[in-house]
């Protein structure tokens, strides 16, 4: 029973990040277990205490903000026109697209730097205690709530609103390009103003999902920036806020990792694109032990016949 | 049942991070679970998912081993003497110390750089396959087997190798400083060589738990580091890599957390500290819901009512 309940959880946990939903959110604790300690006494999901309350979040993410800024801030001051990072629609199959930062009549398009919103720069932490408190799996209707109402609840990522004032002062524009609905464009924006990092605008500088026809791929968005800015730098929790295709086939967990690890990507971590560490949901979350791990990263010590597992399975 | 061993597997957890005990490693699994499915085919824990295996860990350590060489770098050209991060022993109370790059006899120490391993350097994925698959706590005899004998298993965290290369080739001494323990030296320095991060060499540019009485406290390595070298960077994935003051008090979660982004400690990160992301284990693995969430964070929807648990509560 306790084993079908957390292949349950796992279907929901899968279930829930398919990109065809929005962005969040797996719950990381049972649904239908039976609470003999308040919920609020329960330990919260080890995900959600990396991210939502340890020092070490805080400081990987106000030195990536830092990263960000400084690299954005420099190259805007170059002596040169700068290319653009990458910005789908791919030219070629596969590809990740190369625009110009040049516009059509010869002029230079503006600077500027695009980011994923949710674990980018909002923390989604009162919907995460919602998810954690109630057990309940995602339900589409009560993040539409949360996305809506928010705001003054959600607290920025540490870092994201001194890294946005800087891009701003240094004449940088800052654009948001979210997997939120375009139906709840005007809570998002209020949740973004909520914590210092607006102005947001929808259709001027805020672009959700539901503002083209590609779903939650970013692909066709980041395209439409790219038409009127020079973008310098992209930053986001997922793989799919930096380009669709590594997101092509979720299921090839191995072959997604060294993807990134490529050298043609490799060299854009940290050089234009600025990944927040989110380990409570994404697209990432997938795979059993044996896909985890490849055979040649498997360990067991001397005496492994001594495992509870191991001693099951081999009765 | 299903409550009571949830109840276990969190004092395992937090058992297994106490810093008396090495630095790895907490379960993420139950004990004693009945499986129905070969271990190999159950889901993996989140957070191994996210650190093994996801595009997104490998982003994030190779854009923050990337700023870390950089910085270095940078520093070490500078025409001028650099101020030393700190590197305790406190000279205040819960200060971080304030050591100098000018030696006694007026000449300038080396430059050096300092990091943490597990993690930091090493991808402890061999170990963390066996905690997985077998189910077991954390049981030191075969975390010292692992640290033993992971040579050739354990992978290096994506970027560790180029930027520790570039840190040599720039004249920057890489110096290890672990809680592994002393006992495993050979262990340690052999797996470090064979990813290709070496050379390390017990007392001489690698320092471990044992080489002094303070346990697993780095505050007293730091310092006795800091008497022979000019320490421009610092790097671990615990707060306790960079200064024992953090984790004077882990129970103090908010607080803990509250400090690092405080502007002394805040500047830093990014700017000499640089924090790889580890969701699997460490210090921050405490807490419950209500700890985690502090009440200006807790949000519920509208029709909160009718969650299960909430539903339970009330009966």
Chains 1, 2 share one sequence.
Request: charged share 20%.
């Amino acid at each position: 029973m306790m084993r079908s309940l957390l292949v349950t959880v796992a279907a929901l946990a899968l279930s829930a990040c398919a990109t065809t939903v929005a962005e969040p959110v797996a719950p990381q604790v049972a649904a239908d277990v039976p609470p003999s300690l308040p919920a609020g006494e329960r330990a919260a999901p080890d995900g959600m205490r990396w991210l939502y309350a340890s020092g070490e979040a805080a400081g990987a993410s106000i030195q990536t903000w830092r990263q960000l800024a400084d690299y954005a801030i420099a190259v805007s001051r170059q002596r040169k026109v700068p290319q653009s990072v990458p910005m789908g629609l791919p030219d070629v199959q596969g590809g990740i697209g190369t625009p110009s930062c040049v516009a059509a009549d010869g002029t230079m398009k503006p600077f500027a730097a695009v980011f994923d919103v949710d674990e980018t720069v909002l923390l989604n932490n009162g919907y995460e205690y919602w998810a954690a408190y109630s057990g309940k799996p995602f339900v589409p209707e009560e993040w539409a709530q949360w996305a809506d109402g928010g705001a003054g609840i959600a607290a920025p990522v540490p870092g994201a609103v001194t890294g946005l004032r800087r891009l701003r002062e240094a004449g940088i524009t800052v654009i948001f390009n979210t997997n939120r609905n375009s139906e709840n464009a005007a809570g998002t924006a209020a949740a973004i103003e909520a914590v210092g990092a607006g102005p947001a605008v929808h259709l001027d500088n805020l672009f959700l999902r539901g503002d083209d026809a590609m779903g939650s791929r970013k692909d066709g968005r980041r395209a439409t920036i790219a038409e009127r800015f020079c973008v310098i730098a992209l930053a986001g929790d997922n793989l799919g806020d930096f380009a669709d295709v590594f997101n092509a086939d979720e299921d090839a967990i191995q072959a997604r990792r060294a993807m990134v690890a490529r050298g043609e990507y490799a060299q854009l971590w940290g050089n234009g694109w600025f990944l927040m560490p989110n380990p409570v949901y994404g697209a990432w979350q997938k795979g059993s032990l044996d896909e985890v791990f490849p055979p040649e990263t498997r360990w067991m010590p001397s005496d492994a016949s001594t495992a509870p597992n191991i001693m099951n399975e081999s009765e």
